[in-house]
């Protein structure tokens, strides 16, 4: 998903466009985390990048998602670009301790 949210609707407040955007989030990481993984994956990553525009936005960790709309809300941005991409990834085995 790679997304401009506008944040302004003549019919729409403010509040609502901020929570349908975050809804249209995690209805979309849940989609996609539904779907079969790749030979040799244990999970589905996101690799997720946030800002007003494409060209400013920086990454992110997906569990900070919510917290970065809320804050676009805070400062009254008109619009937001948020780009999340699933990546098939395997855990990382921790080494034995003795």
């Not at 955007?21 to 690799?47: H, M, S, T």
Request: hydrophobic share 30%; net charge positive.
């Amino acid at each position: 998903m790679k997304k401009n949210f506008v944040l302004s609707h003549p019919k729409k407040n403010y509040p609502r466009l901020i929570e349908e955007a975050k809804n249209e989030v995690k209805k979309y990481i849940k989609q996609e985390r539904a779907k079969a993984l790749p030979e040799g994956a244990d999970f589905w990553g996101f690799d997720c990048k946030f800002g007003q525009v494409e060209s400013k936005a920086r990454e992110i960790h997906e569990g900070d998602i919510k917290v970065n709309i809320s804050t676009a809300q805070s400062q009254n941005w008109k619009s937001f670009y948020l780009e999340v991409v699933p990546t098939p990834k395997t855990r990382m085995k921790r080494p034995k301790e003795d």
